[in-house]
């Protein structure tokens, strides 16, 4: 949830530069978010299926952010209504 949260607020502030901040905070958030179900599963909270399947979830996700930050000139800013 906190990653998709900075990805949005990142876009929300309209900033080329703010969205790539909050997108090196979301990949943050994924990070930590790996670590948490990698320890659920070590203190058997969770089956190790289920850790694994977060991971790759994860994995994938901070793929996706690194792609992100590697292509600023993508990066679209919002446009003001009004």
Not at 6 to 28: C, D, K, M, T
Not at 31 to 60: D, F, H, I, Q
Not at 66 to 78: A, F
Request: hydrophobic share 40%.
């Amino acid at each position: 949830m906190s990653v998709e949260a900075n990805i949005v607020e990142g876009y929300a502030l309209g900033s080329p530069r703010l969205y790539q901040r909050h997108i090196r905070i979301a990949l943050g958030s994924a990070a930590e978010a790996e670590c948490l179900a990698r320890l659920a599963g070590e203190l058997e909270y969770l089956p190790e299926s289920v850790v694994k399947e977060v991971e790759s979830l994860l994995g994938n996700t901070m793929r996706t952010l690194h792609g992100l930050l590697r292509q600023p000139h993508q990066i679209v800013t919002r446009r003001r209504l009004g």
